[in-house]
């Protein structure tokens, strides 16, 4: 109301000598504030909305350039890795896909050769990526020469266990390290010189998987979440660190890198029923692709977890903190360890 009177006064309609400069002044400040906070909910809502239902997605595509290019995917032998393996061979990719069991990669990749007519090559690689003693250069150099254009750091894994922290051994926690950061990051470390001449020529894009469990207290894993947390700076940063060396305002020629972030999904690891704030491997998959490409460094592919996050961040703390208690000691139950035996804080 008085926000009213002041616009008709400063068109000379009204005269209110009852109202006091400082109150004009409080006035124009709060509708200031009040068109900025409209202004920015109304910019997050068109872009959720352009970016879950109107956005291209087949903006992969450019990944699908030069000679029939090769897709790397770590942990790509269950769950979404396979996933989302599948999917990019059937749309015309060739592969290179990692596992701990050899066994288990060749049945995948008799499965991908029988099943899809893309007629692409399977390439694998085998390393278990809780050791320290993995022979990254090895690998890099044995596939040094292909036309890799896209890279997918997905493997990780999540321990939980009924013992606290410092119950865990050193090499127990070093593995929940290893799988879910320091894996990744030296797989990526191996075969960035040969994906940078690649993008000299073509885009080259490298995603990293996280977890929306990064921005939540979890008991029981807190290295699994720390890891993902890690993992969540170091997407942002590499992007920035390939460009430090190009001229101003050129980025044509550096890779791109991507963090992707997810809820739950039903997966070897997460053995659930399928809803819609945990879709299957093959749905999330999907989403996934469509967001390759899309130009930014940050992505939830699928909706359902962007709405579940934005709760998450909107809930009182206190309420969410209780949630993800009730949700880990039933998930321990579920695993048949005895919640008698867990110590009360
Ligand atoms: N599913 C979810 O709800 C969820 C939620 C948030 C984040 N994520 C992240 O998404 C990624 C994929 O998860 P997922 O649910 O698809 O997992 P998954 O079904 O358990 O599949 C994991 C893949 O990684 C491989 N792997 C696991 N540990 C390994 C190791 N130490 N060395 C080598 N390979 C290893 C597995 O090989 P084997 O076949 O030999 O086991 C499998 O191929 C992970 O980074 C996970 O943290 C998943």
């Not at 819609?276 to 977890?305: E, N």
């Not at 993800?324 to 804080?345: C, D, T, W």
């Amino acid at each position: 109301m008085s926000s009213l009177v002041y616009h008709r006064s400063l068109l000379g309609h009204v005269r209110r000598p009852n109202v006091s400069k400082v109150d004009v002044m409080w006035d124009l400040l709060l509708s200031v504030i009040g068109y900025l906070f409209c202004l920015y909910h109304l910019r997050n809502l068109l872009d959720f909305i352009w970016f879950y239902f109107l956005r291209p997605t087949d903006t992969y595509k450019k990944y699908l350039s030069g000679p029939r290019p090769y897709a790397l995917i770590t942990g790509a032998t269950d769950g979404i890795g396979k996933a989302l393996a599948k999917e990019l061979y059937d749309k015309g990719f060739n592969l290179i896909i990692h596992g701990r069991n050899e066994e288990k990669i060749l049945s995948v990749v008799n499965e991908f050769e029988n099943s899809s007519s893309s007629g692409g090559d399977v390439k694998y690689f085998v390393a278990d990526a809780d050791r320290p003693d993995v022979d990254f250069e090895g690998i890099a150099k044995r596939f040094e020469g292909l036309n890799v254009t896209l890279v997918v750091n997905n493997v990780g894994g999540i321990r939980i266990r009924l013992e606290r922290f410092d119950e865990w051994t050193e090499e127990e926690h070093l593995i929940q390290v290893r799988s879910n950061a320091i894996f990744p990051t030296l797989v990526t470390r191996a075969f960035l010189s040969s994906l940078r001449d690649t993008a000299r020529k073509r885009p080259v894009l490298v995603a990293f998987m996280g977890s929306t469990s990064d921005e939540m207290a979890m008991p029981r894993i807190p290295l699994y979440i720390a890891s993902k947390a890690y993992i969540r700076k170091l997407a942002p940063s590499l992007h920035a660190d390939e460009r430090f060396d190009i001229p101003d305002g050129r980025v044509d020629g550096a890779i791109d890198f991507m963090h992707v972030h997810l809820g739950t999904v039903r997966s070897g690891l997460i053995v659930a029923p399928v809803n819609f704030w945990r879709p299957s491997s093959d749905v999330f998959a999907k989403k996934l692709i469509g967001t390759f490409g899309c130009g930014r460094q940050y992505v939830i592919p699928y909706v359902g977890h962007a709405v579940m996050l934005k709760m998450h961040r909107t809930w009182p703390k206190w309420y969410v903190d209780r949630g993800i208690q009730k949700s880990v000691r039933a998930h321990l139950e579920r695993e048949g360890l005895s919640l008698s035996g867990l110590k009360k804080p």
